[in-house]
């Protein structure tokens, strides 16, 4: 199982994938754990936040970073700005510069 994470991706990119359409999630600062039932893809649109993951690794993320969350994850999120993002279900060839193995 990998987390995957496309760092500051481009209009290209963003028009390629159609994040227009994607429903949008939006949570203020807080702390929260979650469990990822089935694979989901995720693009920050603004805020900012540390996924804590297990093993006590550590993921930062930011707006403009499109990340890959895998199903049968569980995680913590930290969200330390307002954060908005596109998200999806969907399958998405994902091109990725970090790949943070579970």
Not at 31 to 43: A, C, H, L, P
Not at 58 to 68: I, N
Request: charged residues 30%; aromatic residues 10%; negative net charge.
């Amino acid at each position: 199982m990998e987390l995957l994470v496309e760092r500051s991706i481009d209009d290209e990119r963003k028009q390629e994938l159609g994040l227009e359409n994607w429903p949008v999630w939006s949570r203020e600062v807080s702390k929260f754990d979650w469990s990822y039932s089935s694979t989901e893809t995720g693009f920050l649109i603004k805020g900012e936040l540390i996924l804590h993951l297990s093993g006590k690794k550590t993921v930062e993320l930011s707006a403009g970073d499109l990340v890959q969350f895998p199903a049968g994850l569980d995680c913590s999120w930290e969200i330390l700005a307002d954060l908005e993002k596109f998200y999806s279900f969907d399958p998405v060839d994902m091109r990725p510069d970090e790949s943070i193995k579970l």
